[in-house]
């Protein structure tokens, strides 16, 4: 079946304070290469049948109101990916 | 992405404003309405500085004199709380009012500091964010004064408990303080959960803290000595919340314009876990020599207190501000909310020392500049001067405004308009209505809510919700500790603003009494409409007076607080809702007195008077009533009731006690029986021929200045014979009985617990799940 996926992201102006823990872990192992780390999450919406121009459009109402909140964070993808 | 500073100071360079430059530019159109400065404050500004200000100063000067930070519009109000207090009520105080919490003197070489403030307007944006960094802010307020934060409480206002954005609004922000509170490891021992459709848009979020510290360990917020060093520690700055005091706290706002929504600050616990630690530790090794945390208008905030404080000059270079956003103007960094950031002052001796400290913690820290003799604050960006001010005309000479006020013209027929519906009358009926009332959203079971907090950790809670007041031990060795309550009632203040705060007072009075504490202080945190409404201005002069009359009567001074104004939407305000929160202290925490009884065979005595006093009352509300006159308040008889309450305590005389507010005498018998599942016999016949009631109103009336008490029997006549040599009203009126399961109210009805547990603990799951 397949899903579409939906990326949300903390506004770039705002703290992330989970993001921030990590920046500070990945030098005591060691991994040094990293100037930043930034935390979002990603939900994956699976769908029976074909995805149609309304499902897609349903999926970015979710988006918008339901899987991030507008005021702290960005939707930076919803896009559908393919049976596999 | 790196930039190399070269780059970096070159894409700075290009917009920056100096003071030079704006000297030389005086025509140049400046944003000053945008930010929300008045065309005469702007003015005001143009003839202090003798030039127009700079991009960096406007940012300052609109953040500094908003009403938020600058209290234009309260101020000629509030300094009755400082005219009002008398040499007596100042001997426990070791700072009054005006620095970042007041400090009270405990005895045993400890003090403790407390303050309740508000974080309305974020909450209701954000509400899971605007709440915990609403704890976040109160607690940094404790640390600053050289205090371990022990204890957090939150009094809480939502609108309609069935209207749809009340799920949203109660989720959010009891999760955000919950989340914030617990990862902090401070328990949250109490506040207030009121449902009322005028806070609807305006929810109240006020957050209070308590720091205990030895006396010798009190910060003040002051940069004093030419030479000594500047330092910003703590989180890096960011774009948080800029414009949030200014733009954000002080206009009213409508859901329909989001273009007014800045961006929202999100708190980070664990920095500020490590912050206190971090603190304390400074605090400790004597490295500091003058702390501010950083809160509304950071920087801008912290630079003009801290100068004008101190000897009146500091010099600050703002490009060593570290940034998480390089991309922030100065204006920008002067305004910034960012969360969990503080500033010192360090003898230039000490640097290392500090240093070494902040290594220990891994907290970041940049050196600012230093304090100097001149008198003036001066900031500059990249040797360049953006900000050349006299400190005290941003932090202290801000405008003040007297304007004029009127009282509302509906007033006389909202007084005249008492409470008159039918009456419950005969037994089942009253029944009924005892079960109505503990069902309704106000006096439901909260814990729903508080099950969300800690209300232990640390194993010094000695008393939390639901009991009348929360309790910590201070001192583990002798049990020294100290009681806070904070209550509001915006009825009765919306009946009679005077009366409504000396209320609020006596009940956070009685509530620390009651738990056994002697009072010892106040602070408040007043909420009300727009200060540019005549009605709201006389709403808010009426309360002020009111509770600085209400402490001078009880000997308790206000220490500190909060204002938030502009609490309305749509040009409707919330009833004017002065939350007073009151510290008392024991000698013992042991001694105090919970609000269950639990011992059968205890009699059970109603101290005070009744009348027919159901205006404004929780009654009332639930037929949708609000009008008449709030009950008569006699301050003299709290005095003396708490007074009873804390010997009786102190001398083991009573077991259990609870005050009488909000429902009266049913809701004070339902919550004892409830608080352990212990029933009980009661019989109020011969109290209702004494004060002239009927059982109804006897059960229902909310009239002050009383408690019920649970008396072991061989104590009795002790305890009958002090309220009598004190001339203070009591009678029995039942007996505690562990068999029965129920309340009898004899030759009436019984009323089995679980059937009134049902009621009382069902309504907020039924509502938020």
């Known amino acids: 079946m397949p899903r579409i996926v939906v990326d949300v992201m903390p506004k770039p102006e705002i703290l992330d304070p989970q993001g921030k823990a990590i920046a500070g872990a990945l030098p005591r192992l060691g991994l040094t290469g990293f100037a930043g780390v930034r935390q979002g999450k990603r939900f994956e919406l699976t769908v029976d049948g074909d995805v149609t121009p309304e499902i897609l459009e349903q999926a970015r109402t979710a988006a918008a109101t339901l899987l991030s909140n507008p005021v702290i964070e960005d939707v930076t993808r919803v896009e559908v990916i393919p049976e596999a | 992405m790196t930039v190399s500073p070269s780059a970096a100071a070159e894409q700075k360079k290009f917009r920056i404003d100096t003071v030079e430059h704006a000297a030389a530019t005086p025509d140049t159109e400046l944003p000053w309405a945008e930010l929300g400065l008045k065309e005469d404050e702007f003015h005001r500004v143009v003839e202090i500085l003798g030039r127009r200000p700079t991009a960096a100063e406007l940012a300052?000067?609109?953040?500094?004199?908003?009403?938020?930070?600058?209290?234009?519009?309260?101020?000629?109000?509030?300094?009755?709380?400082?005219?009002?207090?008398?040499?007596?009520?100042?001997?426990?105080?070791?700072?009054?009012?005006?620095?970042?919490?007041?400090?009270?003197?405990?005895?045993e070489g400890w003090a403790v500091t407390f303050k309740v403030e508000s974080h309305n307007h974020p909450s209701f944006v954000e509400p899971y964010q605007g709440a915990a960094t609403g704890v976040g802010g109160i607690v940094r307020d404790i640390i600053s004064m050289g205090a371990r934060p022990v204890a957090v409480m939150d009094p809480l206002r939502f609108g309609a408990i069935d209207h749809p954005d009340t799920a949203r609004l109660v989720h959010g922000i009891v999760s955000g303080i919950g989340g914030y509170g617990n990862s902090l490891g401070l328990p949250n021992i109490g506040g207030e959960l009121v449902f009322d459709s005028v806070y609807q848009g305006n929810p109240l979020v006020n957050a209070l803290a308590v720091g205990v510290m030895r006396h010798e360990d009190i910060r003040l917020a002051n940069a004093s000595g030419a030479g000594n060093k500047v330092v910003l520690f703590g989180a890096r700055t960011g774009g948080d919340g800029i414009g949030g005091a200014s733009v954000l706290a002080s206009e009213s706002f409508d859901a329909d314009k989001p273009s007014k929504r800045p961006a929202v600050q999100v708190g980070d616990p664990f920095a500020e876990k490590v912050l206190i630690e971090c603190c304390l530790e400074l605090f400790k090794s004597s490295?500091?020599?003058?702390?501010?945390?950083?809160?509304?208008?950071?920087?801008?905030?912290?630079?003009?207190?801290?100068?004008?404080?101190?000897?009146?000059?500091?010099?600050?270079?703002?490009?060593?501000?570290?940034?998480?956003?390089?991309?922030?103007?100065?204006?920008?960094?002067?305004?910034?909310?960012?969360?969990?950031?503080?500033?010192?002052?360090?003898?230039?001796?000490?640097?290392?020392?500090?240093?070494?400290?902040?290594?220990?913690?891994?907290?970041?820290?940049?050196?600012?500049?230093?304090?100097?003799?001149?008198?003036?604050?001066?900031?500059?960006?990249?040797?360049?001067?953006?900000?050349?001010?006299?400190?005290?005309?941003?932090?202290?000479?801000?405008?003040?405004?007297?304007?004029?006020?009127?009282?509302?013209?509906?007033?006389?027929?909202?007084?005249?308009?008492?409470?008159?519906?039918?009456?419950?009358?005969?037994?089942?009926?009253?029944?009924?209505?005892?079960?109505?009332?503990?069902?309704?959203?106000?006096m439901c079971d909260k814990s729903w809510v508080t099950n969300q907090y800690d209300r232990y950790v640390q194993g010094n809670t000695a008393l939390a919700m639901p009991d009348d007041a929360g309790v910590v031990r201070v001192d583990e060795t002798t049990g020294l500790g100290v009681a806070v309550s904070t209550d509001a009632n915006g009825r009765y203040s919306y009946l009679n603003p005077y009366e409504g705060a000396k209320l609020a007072l006596a009940e956070s009075y009685r509530n620390v009494s009651t738990a056994g504490a002697k009072p010892l202080a106040v602070t408040d945190c007043l909420n009300f409409g727009s200060p540019e409404d005549p009605e709201v201005r006389w709403q808010f002069a009426e309360s002020v007076r009111g509770l600085a009359d209400g402490c001078r009567e009880l000997g308790v001074p206000v220490t500190g607080g909060n204002v938030s104004l502009y609490n309305q939407t749509g040009g409707v305000a919330i009833?004017?809702?002065?939350?007073?929160?009151?510290?008392?202290?024991?000698?013992?925490?042991?001694?105090?007195?919970?609000?269950?009884?639990?011992?059968?065979?205890?009699?059970?005595?109603?101290?005070?008077?009744t009348q027919d006093e159901l205006d404004g009352s929780e009654y009332a509300n639930l037929r949708g009533h609000l009008g008449g006159q709030p009950p008569k308040v006699d301050l003299q008889a709290e005095k003396l009731l708490g007074e009873l309450l804390v010997n009786a305590s102190r001398d083991g005389m009573i077991d259990a006690a609870h005050d009488l507010s909000e429902g009266g005498l049913a809701a004070a018998l339902s919550e004892m029986a409830l608080r352990f599942g212990v029933g009980a016999r009661i019989g109020l016949g011969e109290v209702c021929e004494r004060d002239g009631v009927d059982l109804f109103t006897l059960l229902f009336s909310e009239s002050q200045a009383r408690a019920v008490v649970a008396v072991a029997r061989s104590e009795e006549v002790r305890f009958k014979d002090m309220c009598s040599a004190r001339g203070f009203a009591h009678a029995r009126i039942g007996v505690v009985d562990t068999e029965i399961g129920a309340l009898d109210f004899q030759s009436n009805f019984t009323l089995p617990l679980d059937e009134l547990k049902a009621a009382h603990e069902g309504t907020l799951p039924r509502y938020f799940g």
Not at chain 2, 62 to 74: A, P, Q
Not at chain 2, 589 to 601: C, F, K, L
């Open chain 2, 60 to 107: 300052m000067y609109s953040v500094m004199w908003s009403e938020h930070c600058s209290y234009k519009s309260s101020k000629v109000h509030l300094k009755q709380f400082g005219d009002k207090v008398t040499d007596k009520m100042k001997e426990h105080l070791l700072v009054g009012i005006g620095e970042n919490a007041g400090v009270v003197d405990i005895g």
């Open chain 2, 287 to 442: 490295v500091v020599e003058g702390i501010q945390d950083l809160g509304a208008a950071g920087i801008s905030c912290a630079t003009s207190e801290l100068a004008s404080n101190g000897d009146g000059g500091m010099h600050v270079e703002l490009t060593n501000v570290l940034l998480r956003d390089p991309t922030l103007t100065p204006g920008e960094i002067l305004m910034s909310e960012s969360q969990e950031r503080m500033m010192a002052v360090v003898t230039p001796e000490n640097v290392e020392a500090f240093e070494a400290i902040m290594d220990k913690w891994n907290v970041e820290y940049s050196w600012l500049g230093e304090v100097t003799g001149t008198g003036r604050l001066i900031i500059d960006w990249d040797g360049e001067t953006i900000v050349d001010v006299d400190p005290r005309t941003v932090a202290h000479e801000g405008p003040v405004y007297q304007r004029p006020m009127s009282r509302p013209a509906a007033q006389d027929s909202i007084q005249a308009n008492s409470f008159n519906a039918e009456r419950p009358f005969g037994s089942a009926a009253v029944k009924d209505a005892i079960l109505e009332l503990m069902a309704s959203p106000n």
């Open chain 2, 575 to 609: 009833h004017p809702t002065p939350v007073v929160g009151v510290l008392g202290v024991f000698d013992d925490v042991a001694r105090r007195t919970p609000s269950g009884w639990r011992q059968d065979g205890q009699a059970i005595y109603l101290m005070g008077t």
